[in-house]
């Protein structure tokens, strides 16, 4: 049986679970998948008429019994699961790890010493002095960390592109904590979720278009229209409009956005049907609650964690992924947990400051 742990074994079962539930006929597509895979069964005893909950850890069960059919066939699972999807790349560290593993690997030496942290740390210390900053985490994509939690944002942005087809799509952020004001988490976190989103599914867009408002209601207006103007001729390709008021009267926000969404509405409408989105997003800082006719984004205050003993945190394991996915020593691994560790005892989760923490690595 290949040398995975509880939770890694537990975690490949769930991950199929969980994709053959949203399959329209499990049976089917588990069959040819494993014809694709060309794992070594006797596919003549797998009733696959079962329900996932009892197809799947029976299937499960007989691959899990030999790491070359484990290997072969999550390795098709893989081409099938969403590309920035946890998911896929929990798969893709786990068959990595069997692919790396060697029998001399499998027991380990008593006799054998934990690292000594401190010095491995003074060593790296050493070295930074001739490489910047860049050039020492220049291996690490910055773009993972739109990957890790605003699970409620998504879910309403997904739950609304899949019931409207096209068309004038208006939302608010709801910003209970000022993330607003730091534009690099707005626009780097924030929005570039919202686009990974749309990347997902498939959608052709033109970079979003910003729009700071500290202005009278004209002034918005003809800002947008110039920019539709000059866009709506273009490609077919879907507009998104991130408008921001950094400084506006709280009884005039609610009336101003449903004007303006009334004017774009009234005069664009028919260049944004069932095949193109125009989105725009609204926030302010000054501005906490639901705009009338528009969608709310919530904006968490805290990443998703947990701080409990013996209990690895959500955080701390997506972490773990990305510096295995990009190859960092394994004594330097060690090190950045226990700074995550200790950043989220002492922050709490905190999204503003746990993200800065983390651009520091990513970057």
């Not at 019994?65 to 098709?76: A, R, T």
């Given at each position: 049986m290949p040398n995975l742990s509880i939770d890694e074994r537990i975690d490949l079962q769930n991950i199929l679970i969980e994709y053959f539930n949203s399959r329209e006929k499990p049976g089917q597509h588990l069959k040819s998948l494993i014809n694709i895979s060309s794992i070594q069964i006797n596919i003549e005893e797998i009733d696959f008429s079962l329900t996932v909950r009892e197809l799947i850890p029976y299937f499960y069960g007989q691959i899990l019994k030999d790491k070359k059919n484990l290997v072969s066939f999550f390795k098709v699972l893989q081409s099938h699961l969403r590309e920035d999807s946890d998911d896929r790349f929990t798969v893709k560290t786990i068959i990595e790890k069997l692919e790396r593993l060697q029998p001399s690997q499998r027991s380990t030496s008593p006799s054998s010493k934990p690292p000594n942290y401190n010095n491995l740390l003074t060593q790296e210390r050493q070295k930074?002095?001739?490489?910047?900053?860049?050039?020492?985490?220049?291996?690490?994509?910055?773009?993972?960390?739109?990957?890790?939690?605003?699970?409620?944002?998504?879910?309403?942005?997904?739950?609304?592109?899949?019931?409207?087809?096209?068309?004038?799509?208006?939302?608010?952020?709801?910003?209970?904590?000022?993330?607003?004001?730091?534009?690099?988490?707005?626009?780097?976190?924030?929005?570039?979720?919202?686009?990974?989103?749309?990347?997902?599914?498939?959608?052709?867009?033109?970079k979003p278009i910003y729009l700071?408002?500290?202005?009278?209601?004209?002034t918005i207006e003809k800002k947008l229209e110039n920019h539709i103007k000059d866009l709506l001729d273009d490609n077919?390709?879907?507009?998104?409009?991130?408008?921001?008021?950094?400084?506006?009267?709280?009884?005039?926000?609610?009336?101003?956005?449903?004007?303006?969404?009334?004017?774009?509405?009234?005069?664009?409408?028919?260049?944004?049907?069932?095949?193109?989105?125009?989105?725009?997003?609204?926030?302010?800082?000054?501005?906490?609650?639901?705009?009338?006719?528009?969608?709310?984004l919530p904006i968490p205050k805290k990443f998703e964690v947990q701080i409990q003993e013996n209990i690895e945190c959500p955080l701390t394991k997506w972490f773990k992924y990305c510096l295995v996915r990009h190859e960092i020593k394994t004594e330097m691994q060690g090190l950045y947990i226990r700074e995550l560790r200790n950043h989220i005892i002492n922050h709490q989760g905190n999204l503003i400051q746990t993200y800065k923490f983390l651009q520091k690595i990513f970057l």
């Amino acid at each position: 049986m290949p040398n995975l742990s509880i939770d890694e074994r537990i975690d490949l079962q769930n991950i199929l679970i969980e994709y053959f539930n949203s399959r329209e006929k499990p049976g089917q597509h588990l069959k040819s998948l494993i014809n694709i895979s060309s794992i070594q069964i006797n596919i003549e005893e797998i009733d696959f008429s079962l329900t996932v909950r009892e197809l799947i850890p029976y299937f499960y069960g007989q691959i899990l019994k030999d790491k070359k059919n484990l290997v072969s066939f999550f390795k098709v699972l893989q081409s099938h699961l969403r590309e920035d999807s946890d998911d896929r790349f929990t798969v893709k560290t786990i068959i990595e790890k069997l692919e790396r593993l060697q029998p001399s690997q499998r027991s380990t030496s008593p006799s054998s010493k934990p690292p000594n942290y401190n010095n491995l740390l003074t060593q790296e210390r050493q070295k930074s002095q001739e490489l910047s900053e860049s050039q020492r985490f220049n291996k690490i994509d910055n773009n993972l960390l739109i990957m890790y939690d605003l699970k409620d944002l998504k879910e309403k942005l997904e739950k609304k592109l899949c019931n409207v087809y096209g068309g004038i799509l208006a939302f608010n952020i709801i910003d209970n904590y000022q993330i607003l004001s730091h534009d690099n988490i707005f626009e780097s976190y924030i929005i570039k979720t919202i686009e990974k989103e749309l990347d997902y599914r498939q959608r052709n867009y033109h970079k979003p278009i910003y729009l700071n408002l500290p202005c009278s209601y004209e002034t918005i207006e003809k800002k947008l229209e110039n920019h539709i103007k000059d866009l709506l001729d273009d490609n077919n390709l879907d507009v998104i409009f991130i408008v921001k008021y950094e400084s506006y009267d709280k009884t005039q926000l609610n009336s101003t956005a449903q004007s303006l969404l009334k004017e774009i509405q009234a005069n664009y409408s028919d260049y944004f049907n069932d095949t193109r989105y125009l989105i725009i997003i609204f926030g302010s800082l000054y501005f906490e609650s639901h705009l009338d006719e528009f969608d709310s984004l919530p904006i968490p205050k805290k990443f998703e964690v947990q701080i409990q003993e013996n209990i690895e945190c959500p955080l701390t394991k997506w972490f773990k992924y990305c510096l295995v996915r990009h190859e960092i020593k394994t004594e330097m691994q060690g090190l950045y947990i226990r700074e995550l560790r200790n950043h989220i005892i002492n922050h709490q989760g905190n999204l503003i400051q746990t993200y800065k923490f983390l651009q520091k690595i990513f970057l």
